[in-house]
């Protein structure tokens, strides 16, 4: 059983361009979550999706960031108008489908590595 | 608030020493998860060793240990006969049990490994 696959591993923006990431979850799970690693600092949360349901974005900035995770294929973390302070490592975890709410294990990605120049 | 707080930003311990990374965190909350995860260079997160609250007894994983104090909120992470391998950055993190969507983390400890 792969794990949560991220890609890009690398991806290098000019400022203004957009960035896509892309995260697809292990086989079996249904549920993503979208983290944010800025340089020296521990990861925060940014946002939780279902399939075709956003359940919880109260991480993800106001503006220029989006996500999605369709019914088919992967999420996608999108961000509009790259700025320098957006250079981060952007992380995905996944798991399984449960019992609605609750703590679900959360199986981590490799992350991408985002630089903006 | 839900917080979670390393105060050591380095450590480091001689190969087949002992070393302990503190941690201690913030909630509300009677039931919750604790982890500790590791992360190499390569960035990816591996998990350590993971804490159920409800649970007195310490969780153990081969050389790595937890000291859980649930009254006092901390939750170390003891590594014994420590290897070349165990260098990386190191973060505390917890999650609620009944509203568990998304993961507190601390801002790390980077250990290094002396040969």
């Known amino acids: 059983n792969a794990g949560v696959m991220q890609n890009p591993r690398h991806l290098v923006r000019r400022r203004g361009q957009e960035a896509r990431l892309r995260c697809s979850p292990m086989?079996?799970?249904?549920?993503v979550y979208w983290y944010r690693q800025l340089p020296e600092e521990g990861l925060k949360f940014m946002v939780y999706?279902?399939?075709?349901?956003?359940?919880?974005e109260s991480g993800m900035p106001k503006e220029r960031f989006s996500a999605e995770f369709p019914k088919e294929g992967p999420s996608i973390l999108r961000i509009q108008q790259v700025v320098r302070g957006d250079s981060a490592a952007y992380f995905c975890?996944?798991?399984?489908?449960?019992?609605?709410?609750?703590?679900?294990?959360?199986?981590f990605g490799p992350g991408t590595r985002l630089t903006v120049t | 608030a839900q917080t979670v707080t390393q105060s050591q930003p380095e450590m480091s311990v001689q190969e087949a020493e002992t070393v302990t990374l503190s941690c201690t965190y913030d909630?509300?909350?009677?039931?919750?998860?604790l982890f500790w995860y590791k992360q190499p260079p390569s960035r990816q997160m591996i998990l350590v060793i993971r804490?159920?609250?409800?649970?007195?007894q310490n969780a153990t994983e081969n050389r790595f240990s937890v000291n859980f104090q649930k009254a006092a909120k901390s939750f170390s992470l003891k590594i014994s006969d420590s290897q070349l391998g165990d260098a990386a950055m190191y973060f505390c993190?917890?999650?609620?049990?009944?509203?568990?969507?998304?993961?507190?983390f601390g801002t790390g400890t980077s250990l290094t490994v002396i040969p």
């Open positions: 909630t509300s909350e009677s039931d919750y998860y």
């Open positions: 804490q159920e609250a409800y649970k007195q």
């Open positions: 975890a996944s798991s399984p489908p449960g019992l609605a709410g609750g703590f679900h294990e959360q199986y």
């Open positions: 993190a917890y999650i609620p049990r009944n509203t568990g969507n998304q993961f507190y």
């Open positions: 999706l279902q399939k075709e349901n956003i359940i919880d």
């Open positions: 086989k079996g799970h249904s549920h």
